[in-house]
């Protein structure tokens, strides 16, 4: 599976279609319906069920996607009060770069979007969530880490060196993958404390 391709999609309600076609007599359609409520956004069981890629479904797996749902909402919400958004030129550079990274084209990425269920337009929609969510987390949270040390760094290159013996010398390059890590596990820190804060101030209604 390509990495860094978006398995989910953030359903934000149904848009009827004018004059949909009549179904022939004897067809059957399942009806979405809302299982939660964050604020004023709903979330909706396709959400859920687009979220198992094949999975059988099953409470727990429902359950964590569900509280996985909730978070994104919440990110989403934080987003729009900070009046964020991610315009097409800066979707179309995390594509390309997604691209670059996994070394295939656009039919590549479009045939690895297909197998999980998703469009180029749903997957835009995905990306761009995820973008005004980091966005975010710069402005919000990114502030609040303080800097990262000499002294965490090789201690923490002690830690790899320990695990894997055939790690190379603490060079600059390697010196600077350490350092975002422990920047990145200090911003995911922030993150959950700020989540767990946020959901004890939003209304969340799940519905069975």
Same mark, same amino acid.
Request: net charge negative; no cysteine.
């Given at each position: 599976m390509?990495?860094?391709?978006v398995?989910? !999609? ?13 179904p022939? !007599?004897g067809?059957?359609a399942?009806?979405?319906r ?8 709903p979330?909706?069981r396709?959400?859920?069920d687009?979220?198992r ?5 099953s ?7 569900l509280d996985?749902?909730i978070d ?22 995390a594509? $390309? ?6 070394k !295939?084209g656009?039919a ?6 297909a197998?999980q269920?998703?469009s180029r ?5 995905e990306l761009?969530?995820?973008? !005004?969510a980091q $966005? ?10 303080s800097?990262i040390g000499?002294?965490?760094?090789r ?5 790899? $060196?320990?695990?894997?013996p055939a790690?190379?010398?603490l060079?600059?390059k390697?010196y ?7 920047f990145d596990?200090?911003?995911?820190g ?6 767990a ?6 209304h969340?209604?799940?519905?069975p």
């Amino acid at each position: 599976m390509i990495r860094g391709a978006v398995g989910l !999609v953030i359903v934000a309600g149904a848009i009827a279609a004018a004059d949909p076609p009549r179904p022939p !007599v004897g067809a059957t359609a399942t009806i979405d319906r809302i299982v939660a409520m964050v604020g004023t956004q709903p979330i909706w069981r396709s959400q859920i069920d687009e979220r198992r890629y094949g999975q059988p479904a099953s409470p727990e797996l429902d359950r964590a996607i569900l509280d996985s749902l909730i978070d994104g909402a919440l990110e989403q919400q934080r987003a729009d009060e900070l009046h964020l958004t991610a315009s097409d030129d800066e979707i179309d550079l995390a594509i $390309k770069a997604i691209e670059a990274q996994n070394k !295939v084209g656009d039919a590549e990425l479009d045939q690895a979007l297909a197998v999980q269920g998703l469009s180029r337009a749903s997957y835009r929609l995905e990306l761009a969530r995820q973008l !005004v969510a980091q $966005k975010a987390e710069q402005l919000d949270l990114a502030p609040r880490v303080s800097p990262i040390g000499e002294d965490q760094v090789r201690s923490a290159y002690a830690e790899l $060196k320990a695990r894997e013996p055939a790690t190379g010398p603490l060079d600059g390059k390697l010196y600077e993958q350490l350092r975002q890590r422990l920047f990145d596990a200090e911003i995911e820190g922030l993150r959950r404390d700020w989540l767990a804060a946020r959901r004890r101030f939003v209304h969340i209604e799940r519905r069975p």
